[in-house]
């Protein structure tokens, strides 16, 4: 029988394999910074990367531990610390997933607590974060922010999916920056049509979207509308009058003193809304050059009725969309949905393409 080397079995039973993630960082700083999920003690953070980023994990490779390293162009104090302030060791969650998702364009619904594909690899735990200096020499940080995984995850050579997630009964925010990239510059914008042109009821029926490169798809999100109800995703070009009213629009006559219309709704989907107010509406731009610079307005309308019952219609944010200037361009295959503060119980976050922190596997 053969029988080999205590020394070569030692060897083989530690033997491991790290990929840096996307792998032009290895070496390099990426051009930007991410104070979430790590500078939260509340905070769902889910980052999706496409598996053209993975090249050198090996489809079916077994993950055993994940790892961060802090920013140091940015955030620049010599020490990075968590330490010294209320609820410093938060108890901390991660899963990861072979997910079904786009890595560019994910939905903004987070993966729920049972999903086909995810593994719970870091049990909820209390978690301490280390203190993280900037590197003697210039360069990147070392991959000192590290999960040890308690069951490893089996990648099955799709979009990989990493769930981070922390709900602590102490609510501070620190400095403690991770290095992470953010490729937008080329593809559009999606902003408030003016500063005050928010929805109603104050604070509630939220929008935000993204802006893609001709031939992406554009992306518009509704946020704290009431539970399972209905809403219009309506589209338009002028945001001075719609037919014979000047614009915005103002509700009252209708029965809706703090609702406005501030654009003129060409069209309108039909959308529903989820049991967590969230709905969301999506449409593929042509990659055409004709479509590169130009503008598209929108505004949701939801039926509501807790302004007023008798007439229960209420209008979201207004947004200004203008496309960006590569058709078919675009940004790094990796995203971030995420939320912070008392929403990171939300079954919904924020949809940030193009975005996420750098990190190293072993396998």
């Not at 509501?304 to 790094?332: E, H, K, M, W, Y």
Request: proline share 9%; hydrophobic share 40%; glycine share 10%.
């Amino acid at each position: 029988m053969l029988r080999l080397a205590p020394f070569l079995i030692a060897t083989i039973a530690v033997a491991q394999t790290t990929a840096v993630i996307p792998s032009q960082f290895t070496a390099a700083e990426a051009p930007g910074l991410e104070q979430e999920p790590f500078g939260y003690n509340r905070v769902r953070h889910v980052q999706y990367v496409d598996r053209s980023l993975l090249g050198a994990v090996p489809t079916g490779a077994v993950i055993t531990r994940l790892a961060y390293r802090r920013d140091t162009n940015g955030y620049t104090v010599g020490t990075m610390s968590r330490t010294g302030r209320p609820g410093a060791t938060p108890v901390w969650q991660m899963r990861l997933g072979n997910s079904t998702e786009s890595a560019l364009n994910p939905s903004a619904t987070f993966p729920g607590v049972v999903a086909p594909g995810w593994t719970t690899v870091y049990t909820p735990k209390t978690t301490v974060f280390p203190n993280t200096s900037i590197p003697g020499g210039g360069g990147p940080a070392n991959f000192d922010i590290q999960f040890v995984f308690d069951v490893p995850f089996v990648w099955n050579g799709g979009t990989l999916g990493i769930d981070h997630y922390c709900f602590d009964s102490n609510a501070s925010i620190y400095n403690y920056y991770v290095d992470a990239i953010d490729t937008q510059p080329s593809a559009g914008t999606a902003d408030l049509l003016t500063p005050g042109a928010l929805g109603c009821p104050a604070g509630e029926n939220r929008a935000a979207g993204f802006a893609p490169n001709p031939g992406g798809t554009m992306q518009l999100l509704l946020f704290g509308a009431p539970p399972s109800t209905v809403a219009f995703a309506s589209l338009g070009f002028n945001d001075t009058t719609w037919g014979p009213f000047a614009l915005p629009f103002h509700m009252a006559p209708l029965g809706a003193p703090t609702c406005y219309v501030y654009i003129d709704p060409l069209s309108s989907d039909l959308v529903t809304v989820d049991s967590g107010g969230f709905a969301e509406f999506l449409l593929p731009i042509p990659a055409a050059s004709s479509y590169i610079g130009q503008q598209l307005l929108a505004q949701w309308a939801i039926l509501d009725d807790r302004i007023n019952p008798a007439f229960p219609v209420t209008t979201s944010d207004a947004l200004r969309f203008q496309f960006g200037a590569t058709p078919n361009g675009q940004a790094i295959p990796m995203s971030v949905v995420s939320t912070t503060g008392v929403t990171a119980n939300s079954n919904t976050g924020y949809v940030w393409p193009g975005r996420g922190a750098i990190f190293r596997l072993t396998f």
